[in-house]
């Protein structure tokens, strides 16, 4: 009852934010960023005035659900914290596959890069920032050059990857219906496996309570990365569970954790290039 009590205060809090997020920054709604109703993105942008690093922020529901409407108060942090915020929607499993989501999300970065400085955003300072599910496909974009190739980019072009309570290797994942997601797949879809080589310098940050995507996995990323260039920065905070440490963004919840400085900090560090 307790658990049950405390979650639905957090779901009311956060329905809240989402309503009041558009009120004190500017919300560029519905933009699209490839054909097809489907691919469209909202636009968080902070006050007009010199090219601001831009966040790209894919959400998480288990590559089953979600929604860009449902995470607006982390478009709204970020735009507050002087970063523009990109939030793509992106098709879902059953209707789409795996691949059909990276490639989404893909061209959704892609466009991004192409499009930043007319929404006042630096397109060499563009960094993927994605919660759970939306974490694992910030990896594959990051560390699988098919797929920002495929849209027509490159991961040389990212200034950074941010991935919160990411699952990054199926081994991590806890819930029955998020493995089920992967059962036949190709291990190519599994980031852990593209750990070789150079990739964009990257935060991998975890909460220590979480019990649906084990930080485990998190660290094991961080271990395969490490032997070969070493730009990773890991992030354990104590207490937080999974959709807590995407909930720590807002308000209330930020007073507690600095998940959202230490999020931002790291976009507005970030640069492409060597």
Do not use: C
């Not at 990257?202 to 649906?212: I, Y």
Request: glycine letters at 12%; hydrophobic letters at 45%; zero cysteines.
């Amino acid at each position: 009852m307790l658990s049950y009590l405390g979650d639905t205060i957090v779901g009311l809090t956060l329905a809240v934010l989402n309503a009041l997020a558009p009120l004190d920054v500017h919300v560029d709604k519905g933009v699209p960023y490839a054909a097809g109703s489907e691919h469209r993105a909202d636009i968080y942008r902070p006050p007009a005035g010199k090219p601001r690093p831009v966040a790209v922020f894919l959400y998480g529901g288990g590559w089953r659900t979600g929604s860009k409407d449902e995470v607006a108060y982390v478009g709204a942090a970020f735009a507050r914290r002087g970063v523009v915020a990109v939030i793509p929607e992106y098709r879902h499993v059953p209707a789409a596959t795996l691949p059909d989501i990276l490639a989404d999300n893909a061209a959704a970065v892609a466009w991004t890069i192409a499009h930043a400085a007319a929404y006042g955003g630096d397109p060499a300072r563009v960094t993927v920032v994605g919660h759970s599910s939306g974490a694992w496909a910030a990896a594959m974009l990051g560390l699988d050059r098919t797929w920002l190739d495929r849209a027509g980019s490159s991961p040389a072009k990212l200034a950074g990857i941010v991935g919160l309570a990411g699952p990054y290797a199926t081994s991590a994942l806890t819930d029955p219906l998020d493995r089920q997601v992967f059962v036949g797949s190709d291990p190519a879809l599994q980031p852990i496996n593209h750990a070789a080589g150079s990739h964009p310098a990257m935060l991998l940050a975890t909460g220590a309570a979480d019990l649906d995507v084990t930080p485990a996995g998190t660290l094991a990323l961080d271990r395969a990365l490490r032997g070969f260039d070493g730009k990773e920065t890991v992030k354990i905070y104590p207490g937080l569970g999974h959709g807590q440490i995407v909930h720590a963004m807002s308000f209330p919840f930020n007073l507690r954790f600095s998940v959202a400085d230490d999020v931002a900090r790291f976009v507005k560090g970030a640069h492409a290039g060597p």
